[in-house]
């Protein structure tokens, strides 16, 4: 292993703490799958520092290499150099410490960081390397980095150095009780990073393994902090520098005690620590009046050193008075203190909490006001809710008997002034004042409802009127009547078969029935003669229950409604059967369990066979035989089911290949018929199973027929027409002899659009290609163009039992890759799916522009027009298809330019078996550099298209904050030019207008110079204008 490169210089023994997990600063670009096997690197070892030179001189290359990764390092990859393709890595072990693929994108994006392996072992990795499908070269270099202890004293100044990239400091320290850590860099003298993106510190992590990321902030210019509350004890804290800079810091931490976190009423409770004997605690709050503030305190746990209760006491204090005792708390019991009287509203108060000298532990603390005697709230029954004028909180009581679901039903809600909406907020808690749900009320919802979740015990809703835009809803008061159903659970336990009425008197009954099921049966359960009631709300919605079956740890197997089943595999099993009436409901029903036996039988091909079910959940399972090569469908032409409330019902058909594998699944509904097919040939011989389930508790008659569609192949050209005929299940495969680059077409004319059908191709090995779904609108089909010449197979399969006929013609188009030269004219046609690809030399600098003279198309619409760079990226160019006028379609803005020597690609093709052709000249220019003149005219002249002047002139320190004044007299560019105007540090530049032809255009800039430094004015005339001009400009204000 190397020697880590980081170092403290004048390091301090403290506790060391491992951290960090750097993956969280990598941001990966999902690219596509890489291309074929490999022939560079051959799988050599990477070795750190040493770079690494590829060309890819075919788009299928992959080079493979591999490094080691000792334990405790983290890779880091850096791109040094990249021509005509785009590297794709790829990074895998044996164990996680890997990221899936690195993509740059830009020089910017060009290193990358990788997850450390902090396994306990060292591992090889595998660095793989793609060009993304295209040719070029590409050098890059390996390295290792790692977490390196620091230790520090607090308060004390220690000078870092970094000397790898990806080496990451770690300061280590102890914390001896509740504190506020303050981290603080400063000195920082560090390398450009690869990324300017990444400030120069990106982030501190926070200690292991519960560590979490805190971005740094510049406190001040080059002073960089981040801060945070630590528990008692070792600390670590990793420093990260931005990307892949190295270089010295001085890193300082500062701890203090925590701040107490401040009180609100109502709020959830606060955590509150005594450290230590003499902590003190001071929980800041803002009071509310009308009624007295009670302080709940819950999870209590004081202690004396010798394991005896302890005592706190709770003090209020307010501004300019002496603090008030409220009370005392001792050892783990709860208590709820209440302030003599009303506090004064909106003062800045506290809560102070001491122990007893010798005390330690913790309490949590919670505001809330007296709310007066709590209402008692009778399970399903109505309760009046009275929130009178100036009352601020209103609770009600209520208890769960058991944990699980609360339904809560407001109705009738009403404040006492109409005249504007008003809000009030309900929140649920549990004993100890925790809020476990929230909801507002409002005047516009009258009658609404609410669900939650709560254990069992007592709980309480707040109903705390709001303020409001105009006034506050506590001076108006409110009345509603509310509804409550808690849980409350009855445990049966019966033996199969149950034959049983089960009744529920309260609102929030649920009945739970254990059954054992035997291995290898299927419990179904139903309802019968439901005879239930629930209270009219007038919200429409009727009295129900429903069964759900749950296993022995309570998760949900199947369910909600009348009827629910599940099967039990392997052994004897406890299955919970649960009667739920919905909200209010109460009443009584039917239950009926049991384990239907299912129907088995065979389906022989060809002969229609009925399978009748008599008892709810009752499958039927029919064996068939089933051909290698072939497809498998089952025609079902008669359905006929009814659920137990006479409603039609459903079925689902499941087919099953020898090894109990799914291969194929559907549906069908009453007096519909139906067809199940294998989307595939079938891959084994054998024996298949077809399950037929009817849904629910339907029962009924489904008739069922096997049969194996037809695959009818045949050869084509292209250019051939061909008119096919599809009986019910056909495929139709046709063969033809593709060459490596050629793209497939079908087309189906539009007056001749026949049956739905879906279309795939076939390699010559079988595999599917590249498929189309199947569509009503299917017209023009192109495929992606063939990876290698050989025989494929263009495969044509309706979906489920469509039949009909359908006329297409096929072809293989071939793309043109032609050779452009920038400035000539050009014309160029291209036939039904072929894409044109003109490529042509750009000089780094030059802006790149397509010069649009004609276009002739069938469907001008649908012509696509791209320009791909020499790395690859992609512009689509904004071509209009309803002119005939000349169009200039420009990469980019005026400060758009090559950022670098290279090849690029003009492609156009049509969309949708669109042809045509193109009339157009490529064009290339540089910008002409001029040195601009304050207050003088300077003659711009443009003698090629795309060309544009840059007027260069620098703003002294006592010029900021003036305006710039410009015109320009005598232009003859038409139809016009932009005028820009670029700053010294802000990327992209300002408009500052738009010159026509003739005349004197002239103006100021919008707002003052903010800098000093080179600014630039940029006459950029349109559309690839020529022409002259004379500019002037001067700073003024």
């Known amino acids: ?333 709860p208590a709820v203190l209440a302030t003599p009287d009303a506090l004064p509203a909106g003062v800045d108060a506290a809560l102070r909490i001491a122990g007893d000298g010798s005390t330690t532990g913790t309490l949590d603390v919670r505001l809330t006001l007296d709310a007066g005697p709590d209402v008692p709230v009778s399970a399903g029954a109505p309760t009046a809710l009275v929130v009178p004028p100036g009352t601020p909180l209103r609770r009600l009581a209520f208890d769960a008997p058991d944990a699980g679901p609360v339904e809560v039903y407001v109705r009738d809600l009403v404040f006492g002034n109409e005249d504007q909406p008003w809000q009030a907020q309900l929140t649920v808690t549990d004993a100890d004042g925790r809020p476990t749900f929230g909801a507002s009320l409002d005047s516009f919802a009258p009658s609404t409802s609410f669900s939650f979740d709560v254990g069992a015990g007592r709980h309480y809703l707040e109903v705390t009127p709001q303020p409001a835009l105009g006034g506050d809803a506590v001076d108006v008061g409110l009345t509603a009547t509310l509804y409550v159903a808690p849980t409350r659970l009855t445990r049966l336990e019966r033996t199969l078969p149950v034959d049983e009425v089960l009744s529920t008197s309260v609102a929030g009954d649920r009945i739970d029935v254990a059954v054992t099921v035997p291995a290898g049966h299927r419990l179904a359960a139903r309802l019968a003669d439901e005879q239930w009631t629930r209270p009219d709300l007038g919200d429409g919605c009727c009295a129900q229950a429903g069964l759900t079956v749950l296993d022995g740890s309570g998760n949900l197997l199947s369910g909600f409604g009348p009827f629910a089943e599940s099967d039990v595999a392997g052994q004897d099993r406890v299955l919970h059967v649960l009667l739920d009436p919905v909200g209010l409901t109460t009443g009584s029903a039917r239950l009926l369990m049991s384990t239907p036996t299912d129907l088995d039988g065979s389906l022989p091909a060809g002969t229609p066979t009925t399978v009748t079910v008599t008892e709810p959940g009752q499958n039927a399972r029919l064996t068939l035989r089933g051909t290698a090569g072939l497809r498998l469908a089952v025609d079902v032409p008669a359905v006929s089911l009814t659920t137990a409330a006479g409603l039609p019902g459903q079925a689902g058909l499941t087919l099953f290949d020898p090894d109990g594998a799914e291969v194929a699944s559907t549906s069908v509904v009453d007096g519909s018929p139906g067809w199940l097919e294998t989307t595939a040939p079938l891959t084994t011989s054998g024996t298949y199973t077809l399950r037929v389930d009817p849904l629910e508790d339907a029962t009924g008659r489904v008739t069922l027929t096997a049969t194996e569609p037809r695959i009818v192949t045949r050869a084509i050209t292209s250019g051939t027409t061909r008119t096919l005929t599809f009986a019910r299940g056909d495929v139709q495969r046709l063969t033809f002899r593709g060459r490596a680059g050629q793209r497939p077409v079908l087309q189906v004319p539009l007056d001749l659009q026949g049956v739905e059908t879906g279309v795939q191709i076939l390699d010559p090995s079988g595999a599917p290609y590249e498929r189309v779904e199947s569509s009503a609108a299917l017209r023009h089909v192109q495929f992606a163009p063939l990876p290698s010449t050989g025989t494929y197979t263009l495969e044509l399969d309706p979906p489920g039992a469509a039949a009909g006929s359908l006329t297409a013609t096929f072809v293989l188009a071939t793309d043109q890759v032609l050779a452009g030269r920038p400035g000539r004219p050009t014309t160029t046609s291209w036939t039904v799916g072929q894409e044109t690809r003109v490529r042509f030399g750009v000089k780094a600098g030059e802006h790149v522009a397509v010069d649009l003279r004609t276009l002739r198309a069938t469907d001008p619409s649908t012509v696509s027009v791209e320009l791909h760079t020499s790395r690859g990226s992609l512009t689509f160019l904004q071509l209009d298809p309803f002119t005939t006028a000349p169009q200039w379609l420009e990469f980019g803005n005026y400060d758009t330019v090559a950022a670098e020597d290279g090849v690029w690609e003009l492609r156009f093709s049509g969309v949708g078996g669109t042809t045509g052709s193109l009339g157009y000249t490529i064009r290339t220019a540089k910008d002409q550099v001029l040195g601009g003149r304050l207050g003088r005219p300077t003659k711009v002249e443009v003698g090629r298209p795309g060309q544009n002047v840059r007027l260069t002139f620098e703003v002294r320190p006592g010029d900021v904050g003036k305006v710039l004044q410009w015109s320009v007299a005598g232009s003859t560019f038409a139809p016009s030019a932009r005028l820009w105007l670029d700053e010294p540090s802000f990327f992209g530049g300002s408009l500052l207008a738009v010159v026509p032809p003739g005349g004197t255009t002239s103006g100021v800039g919008f707002q003052p110079l903010s800098e000093a430094g080179t600014y630039t004015l940029v006459v950029d005339p349109e559309n690839g204008a020529t022409g002259s001009a004379r500019v002037t400009f001067s700073l003024g204000g």
Do not use: C, K
């Not at 990477?46 to 490094?67: E, I, M, R, W």
């Not at 902030?217 to 960089?224: D, I, L």
């Open 1 to 333: 292993m190397s020697e880590p490169a980081v170092r403290a210089v004048r390091p301090r023994a403290l506790l060391a703490v491992l951290v960090l997990a750097a993956s969280l600063l990598t941001g990966l670009v999902a690219a596509p799958e890489a291309a074929r096997a490999a022939e560079l690197g051959h799988d050599a070892a990477l070795v750190p520092g040493t770079p690494v030179s590829l060309t890819f001189a075919n788009p299928d290359d992959v080079a493979s290499f591999t490094l080691a990764v000792p334990a405790g390092q983290r890779p880091w990859i850096r791109v040094t150099e990249l021509t005509g393709m785009l590297a794709e890595f790829s990074v895998t072990s044996p164990t996680r410490f890997d990221l899936p693929r690195f993509l740059p994108g830009s020089p910017e994006q060009w290193w990358q960081e990788l997850s450390q392996n902090n396994g306990p072992d060292d591992e090889t990795a595998t660095v793989s390397l793609t060009s993304n499908g295209l040719t070029g070269t590409v050098t890059f270099v390996v390295g290792l980095g790692s977490d390196v202890p620091v230790p520090v004293e607090p308060g004390v100044a220690v000078p870092v150095s970094v000397d790898r990239p990806a080496d990451h400091p770690v300061l280590t320290f102890a914390a001896d009780d509740l504190q506020q850590v303050t981290v603080t860099i400063s000195d920082l003298a560090v390398t450009p990073a690869t990324d300017p993106a990444f400030p120069p510190v990106a982030s501190l992590v926070f200690g292991r393994p519960d560590s979490f990321v805190l971005l740094m902030q510049e406190s001040a210019p080059g002073v960089w902090t981040g801060v945070t509350t630590v528990r008692p004890g070792p600390q670590a804290v990793t420093v990260v520098l931005g990307g892949d800079r190295t270089g010295t810091f001085t890193a300082q931490v500062d701890v203090t005690p925590a701040p107490d976190t401040a009180l609100s009423y109502g709020a959830a409770p606060v955590t509150t620590f005594l450290d230590s004997p003499s902590r003190l605690r001071v929980l800041p709050f803002t009071t509310a009046g009308r009624v007295r503030t009670l302080v709940q305190l819950s999870a209590v746990s004081l202690r004396h050193p010798d394991g005896t209760d302890g005592t706190a006491t709770v003090s209020l204090v307010l501004p300019g008075a002496a603090p008030v005792p409220l009370g005392t708390v001792t050892g783990t019991a």
